[in-house]
């Protein structure tokens, strides 16, 4: 899971505002380290994303019903309703 401090530092971070034509001193900067879990977290989400688009075309090419689809992802996952 992507937290809040995760990705904006526990609310430290202030993203510069594109719209204002930001010069860059009023970027931030962050730490390697800030890169680098970044980078991780972004094939993390890949990697999920990915198994829910293998399961998805599995079940359509099984011929599976939304119904039984999700049945299958929530066992995938352990979603619940």
Do not use: W
């Amino acid at each position: 899971m992507i937290t809040r401090g995760d990705g904006y530092l526990n609310g430290d971070l202030r993203p510069a505002n594109a719209d204002a034509k930001s010069s860059d001193i009023d970027v931030p900067t962050v730490a390697e380290a800030y890169a680098q879990n970044a980078c991780r977290m972004a094939r993390v989400q890949i990697a999920k994303a990915s198994k829910r688009l293998a399961a998805s075309v599995a079940d359509g090419l099984a011929g599976k019903t939304d119904a039984a689809a999700k049945e299958s992802e929530d066992f995938l996952y352990g979603h619940s309703d």
